[in-house]
């Protein structure tokens, strides 16, 4: 169930005939170097730290084991779902989180820090809108939904100190008490669930992992690709 690069490929095809070999390869490194670009918008959102930032973009743009995805055209799949997932991602981290109002002195050295926002609700629209695409562009969208469900656990809670019983459960009292913001991801995760199911995608594939009997093996397995 991929129609966003059967779109792509019949358009790229349709504009430039039997010559699109090379808008295609074009197009992949283009949708690489965007996704390498979000994810150093995504740790400079969260960390604030562009050296940091910088070095996690870089490590993704070299990355040798990203050349299958680039140089081989059938793999673009990959990279539309993966550009996708980061703005999805960004976007809902963006939603929820205040620009630095304020800061801690170290040192002599101004340090910004974030704090939980209410929901921004064009982004948060968008982020979601964007995530209903990226299942479209592959089965690693799965994972989305749960990096906002740790996010929402793990990162936004008010509560600090060294993780144990209770205080992880004062993280998942506030994550359900804030469950507006991740519901719909797991809705949308659901539902292609369903649809991935019920319409019989991937059956014939040897790879097939039947998303209802084996969830978890379908969820670790659409990771891995």
């Known amino acids: 169930l991929r129609p966003l690069f059967s779109a792509v490929f019949a358009l790229l095809f349709q504009l430039s005939g039997r010559s699109a070999a090379l808008p295609l390869h074009v197009f992949s490194i283009a949708l690489h170097i965007s996704a390498s670009f979000l994810i150093f918008l995504i740790f400079l959102r969260i960390s604030m730290r562009p050296v940091l930032s910088m070095f996690a973009g870089f490590i993704f743009l ?6 299958m995805s680039i140089g081989w055209i059938s793999t673009a799949t990959d990279l539309i779902a993966v550009n996708l997932i980061n703005l999805s991602l960004y ?8 620009r630095p109002v304020s800061s801690e002195i170290n040192n002599g050295k101004a340090i910004p820090f974030l704090t939980v926002s209410q929901i921004q609700t064009p982004k948060f629209l968008l982020s979601n809108l964007f995530l209903g695409l990226a299942f479209f562009g592959k089965e690693t969208a799965v994972i989305a939904p749960l990096i906002i469900i740790l996010f929402e656990i793990f990162f936004l809670s008010q509560e600090d100190g060294i993780l144990n019983s209770e205080l992880f459960r004062k993280k998942c009292i ?4 804030n469950w507006r913001y991740w519901i719909p991801g ?7 669930l369903v649809l991935y199911k019920n319409l019989g995608f991937g059956t014939d594939n040897l790879m097939y992992t ?12 659409s990771g891995i690709r």
């Open 210 to 221: 039947d998303p209802m009997k084996e969830p978890m093996k379908f969820l670790s397995s």
């Open 91 to 98: 976007l809902h981290f963006d939603s929820r989180l205040d």
């Open 174 to 177: 506030l994550f359900f008490h």
């Open 186 to 192: 797991l809705v949308l995760l659901i539902s292609y």
């Open 62 to 67: 070299v990355c040798p084991q990203h050349s």
